[in-house]
């Protein structure tokens, strides 16, 4: 079976600090990959989706950037974290058929920038 | 430009009555439309889907309706049962969009016991 993993679970970063989070997924291969963010109290926001090593797409202009250096891992980074990066990190695969429409989530990471 | 809305923002119910949760949306290329479940600090899970073709879907005690003309979508729970307490997220998708999902801003539900 397939299963998503996200690390780490919880951050407390400065402001200006750099950031890196991890997504990898199991049990399946050639996934679309997808980075989501959930403000406090607001509905998810697609931030880049991937369907495929190197091959990223952002879908809002902002301070972070993602990167697929293999299959099944997929980074959310910063070189310098703002105030308004706080809030609820999701990564999420799907399969690659065109019926596979439905997203699975990981357990999230919970960045907060003082 | 939201596509997707979820205009109840909560929703409190006594166990044992139906949910209903709606959502609008506003582009008519969306083919497919699912329902996610949130507990806090977790991520969301996947509920119930229908594509545009249909009108209803049925899985255990849940139900999505879909009304295309009225670019509508809900979802029943019944019965709602204490564990149900949750924010629900509407998502819809486009095929010729690459099947990336819009989500709603999500509903609370509260069931009381």
């Known amino acids: 079976s397939q299963t998503i993993h996200q690390w780490p679970a919880t951050l407390v970063q400065p402001v200006g600090s750099p950031l890196s989070l991890e997504c990898t997924v199991e049990g399946t291969s050639n996934p679309n990959l997808y980075w989501y963010r959930q403000a406090a109290g607001r509905g998810l926001q697609l931030l880049f989706y991937s369907v495929g090593i190197g091959q990223i797409s952002s879908e809002v202009p902002q301070n972070l950037s993602a990167s697929r250096p293999q299959d099944r891992q997929f980074i959310l980074s910063s070189k310098k974290l703002l105030l308004s990066d706080s809030g609820f990190y999701l990564c999420a695969w799907s399969g690659t058929k065109w019926q596979s429409n439905e997203q699975f989530f990981g357990p999230g990471t919970r960045l907060t920038v003082l | 430009d939201q596509q997707v809305k979820q205009n109840s923002p909560s929703l409190s119910v006594q166990e044992g009555r139906i949910s209903i949760l709606n959502c609008d949306y506003t582009?008519?290329?969306?083919?497919?439309f699912l329902w996610y479940k949130k507990y806090p600090a977790e991520g969301p899970t996947f509920l119930i889907s229908i594509s545009s073709i249909k009108d209803k879907n049925e899985d255990g005690r849940f139900t999505v309706f879909l009304n295309k003309s009225a670019k509508h979508l809900s979802l029943h729970i019944v019965p709602s049962q204490p564990g149900d307490s949750a924010v629900y997220f509407c998502?819809?998708?486009?095929?010729?969009?690459?099947?990336?999902?819009?989500f709603g801003g999500g509903t609370r539900v509260l069931v009381k016991p």
């Open positions: 998502a819809a998708s486009a095929m010729a969009a690459g099947n990336k999902l819009t």
């Open positions: 582009n008519s290329m969306f083919d497919y």
